[in-house]
């Protein structure tokens, strides 16, 4: 029976047998220690002679719990016996054992199946792992179903721009940048709330530490609304769900990066301004005239929302017509029931009430110079019964990225997808 | 403040406003009986007259709650007012109110975004979810971690056939049949246990009511495993998991389409059989010679086990090595640590244990004729210590339409792909 790294403070005394990785060799001579890292953590192994093995081996030791202040976690295992269950070669690619910190971006990416050992790049995903848990944890308490649509689609829903092309038999298709047209049938076709977690695909050719060209989007659609800010409220919920999932969860792997989540009870003093407002609250904090919202002006605003309501977030709604898409719901002055959430300087959310009257959303694709042809499977929700709704979609590695504080979003991705980079 | 149709049997009497769809109208001259539909479920309103609404309008009404024992549910609502909030046009493409099973296929996808408002194809959707939900949360309860890797890969893990290209930038990439290399990776990087949701594409040309070409697939892989056994019990915990789940949650889904799941307690009874013994069976059971394990063959499979073990399910394991992936593990006799999970006649999972050791690996890939220089990063896993392990991958589709009976495999997928169908 296998004992994990973290069971060993409550069975001192007793004779264990462990299973994991050689973080670290340390050959005092007459005595050798061993850190064995597991899924649990890690912990210390002594032994009389230095054992015959290599970092990142996985190995079996039987041996004794023995109380010891020095060692991490207070105990250590006096190993009796040592199996190398699979050895590892000494040409490591990757500082395994080391700080990342002084590794280049480059360097983790390029050697990404062993850079992931390293335990700080390995704690961020399991506070993903988290941020997917609650998600959907929380929308389904508000009995929202969870959908899984196509990733593939015949046309797409805002033109043939900024997508990738598959070669699907003998026609094209391309992968989809979000799932739009799916999760607005789901809440006409009576689920009323839904949510889905999947890949969305950007064909677009930025290459900054906030684009990736294939990300995993957390959707949200709900009909029966009011207006956007029932969006507003709903998402400041499922972000106080996640903040507090991670404090409960994850406090290992913040410690790893030196962060903090915000107070999930903050949520609610999140600012809520209009585009305009955020203009002007930019233009005050930078000194500088501004036109539009730049990566600057986004982190400004942030730093605002900290001052004035000691949350690093600020919800920025009411955006103009011609920067939202053609389904977004129109509101005065040509703006729009649009929103963004800003959150440590970046945009990990957009969102908005979604035109659901027929006759607007024809006039609207006139608007913006839209072919309805290539939209009737779309145009039909429209024209048989659709409640007022909307929805919004959180970029599952930005967040990621934000909470844990990481220069990069390629840094919060598994494998990253982006212009030159296909592997591993 | 809205009320949900499920909610009128506790609040006769009082007065309350209802949103939803008109599923049904019936004028019996001086009434009319209304059928609304909202995502609860399915509600009696009684109108003096005739309203002026068209079936499918989603509509908001005021009325009084009252008991009448002819009544679906015991409760209907007397109208006092009703406003049209969304008006649907009279020329419905799919019989929304009406038994699919008069439908064809054809029809039910060509209309898909109009069919899926039908409450017998809609409730396939809610029982999903609830797969989804149970899956993912047996295995957190067991220390999984969720993992959201690429489905763009460089080159195909087994080769280039069967994949689907991408045009990327100015370079060619493939759509991912599994993740599987990428589930590896993650239980050798520490996390030992790993489970993923996401989408796997087959370039096949198989036109049957078994395949699609995007389907979603429920992978696990777990490490520190002794053998493929272990793989099956945790796939019986994770069956009856999310039998016990969807009894709980769907048993409206399950009566609309007369279906039951098998008892979660009878799940620890599912036969394992050799690849050997299962062959026997069949011929016994069809009175015919049998050399391979036909579509027909895994029907009889699944009789036999339900005559013996009372559930319609099989492991059958110790495939030949000849019909099973480079990365499986060998076993005696040519045979391989593989299992495939029989259920209702059909096969829903695979999996095996996976060849650890970096001189097995190359000795296999030669016997497949593999090239291992496109396999590098992948063999790089193996090179610097990996434990033993293995997984195994369920399809939510076909597990959604065995648990409802559904003819085609097709009708449990919101959004089929197949070789001719792109849209919607």
């Known amino acids: 029976m296998r004992t994990l790294v973290s069971e060993l403070p409550g069975v001192v005394g007793s004779t264990v047998t462990l299973s994991g990785w050689v973080h670290r060799i340390r050959d005092l001579g007459g005595v050798s220690f061993v850190v064995l890292r597991d899924r649990s953590g890690m912990g210390q192994l002594v032994?009389?002679?230095k054992p015959d093995v290599t970092v990142e081996s996985v190995i079996e030791v039987h041996g004794s719990v023995a109380a010891n202040e020095k060692a991490p976690g207070g105990v250590e295992v006096r190993v009796q016996s040592m199996r190398v269950v699979s050895p590892a070669a000494?040409?490591?690619?990757?500082?395994?054992?080391?700080?990342?910190?002084?590794?280049?971006?480059?360097?983790?990416?390029?050697?990404?199946?062993?850079?992931?050992?390293?335990?700080?790049?390995?704690?961020?995903?399991?506070?993903?792992?988290?941020?997917?848990?609650?998600?959907?944890?929380?929308?389904?308490?508000l009995d929202f179903t969870e959908i899984k649509t196509s990733k593939l689609?015949?046309?797409?829903t805002e033109g043939g721009t900024g997508l990738f092309s598959v070669d699907y038999f003998d026609t094209k298709?391309?992968?989809?940048?979000?799932?739009?047209?799916?999760?607005?049938?789901?809440?006409?076709?009576?689920?009323?709330?839904?949510?889905?977690?999947?890949?969305?695909?950007?064909?677009?050719?930025?290459?900054?530490?906030?684009?990736?060209?294939?990300?995993?989007?957390?959707?949200?659609?709900?009909?029966f609304i009011e207006s956007e800010q029932d969006l507003m409220d709903l998402e400041t919920g499922i972000l106080a769900a996640i903040f507090a999932g991670v404090r409960a969860s994850?406090?290992?792997?913040?410690?790893?990066w030196k962060a903090t989540v915000p107070d999930p009870e903050l949520c609610a003093r999140i600012p809520r301004?209009?585009?305009?407002?955020?203009?002007?609250?930019?233009?005050?904090?930078?000194?500088?005239?501004?036109?539009?919202?730049?990566?600057?002006?986004?982190?400004?605003?942030?730093?605002?929302?900290?001052?004035?309501?000691?949350?690093?977030?600020?919800?920025?709604?009411?955006?103009?017509?011609?920067?939202?898409?053609?389904?977004?719901?129109?509101?005065?002055?040509?703006?729009?029931?649009?929103?963004?959430?800003?959150?440590?300087?970046?945009?990990?959310?957009?969102?908005s009430m979604r035109i659901n009257r027929y006759d607007m959303?024809?006039?609207?694709?006139?608007?913006?110079?839209?072919?309805?042809?290539?939209?009737?499977?779309?145009?039909?929700?429209?024209?048989?019964?659709?409640?007022?709704?909307?929805?919004?979609?959180?970029?599952?590695?930005?967040?990621?990225q934000k909470i844990l504080g990481l220069a990069s979003v390629k840094e919060a991705t598994l494998f990253p997808r982006d212009r030159k980079r296909t592997r591993p």
């Open 153 to 156: 689609i015949g046309t797409g």
């Open 173 to 223: 298709v391309y992968l989809t940048q979000s799932p739009q047209i799916y999760k607005q049938t789901m809440i006409a076709a009576g689920l009323e709330r839904v949510f889905e977690i999947g890949p969305a695909y950007r064909a677009e050719k930025h290459d900054t530490p906030r684009h990736i060209n294939e990300f995993i989007s957390l959707d949200v659609e709900m009909a």
């Open 90 to 141: 000494l040409d490591l690619p990757f500082p395994v054992n080391q700080d990342p910190g002084k590794t280049s971006l480059e360097s983790i990416l390029d050697n990404r199946m062993i850079a992931l050992r390293n335990p700080s790049i390995l704690s961020i995903f399991r506070l993903q792992s988290t941020i997917l848990r609650c998600f959907a944890e929380y929308l389904r308490g």
């Open 361 to 400: 959303l024809m006039e609207n694709l006139q608007a913006f110079d839209l072919n309805p042809e290539g939209l009737k499977d779309y145009l039909s929700i429209f024209k048989y019964g659709c409640p007022p709704h909307g929805g919004f979609a959180i970029g599952m590695e930005r967040l990621t």
């Open 47 to 49: 032994f009389d002679a």
């Open 250 to 256: 994850n406090q290992k792997d913040l410690d790893a």
């Open 273 to 351: 301004v209009s585009h305009d407002e955020a203009k002007e609250i930019v233009s005050k904090e930078t000194g500088k005239k501004v036109y539009e919202i730049s990566p600057e002006g986004e982190r400004a605003l942030c730093d605002w929302a900290m001052k004035t309501a000691g949350v690093e977030a600020v919800f920025v709604f009411a955006y103009p017509r011609k920067s939202r898409p053609f389904y977004t719901y129109p509101a005065e002055n040509n703006r729009t029931k649009s929103f963004d959430l800003l959150f440590r300087g970046l945009e990990v959310t957009s969102g």
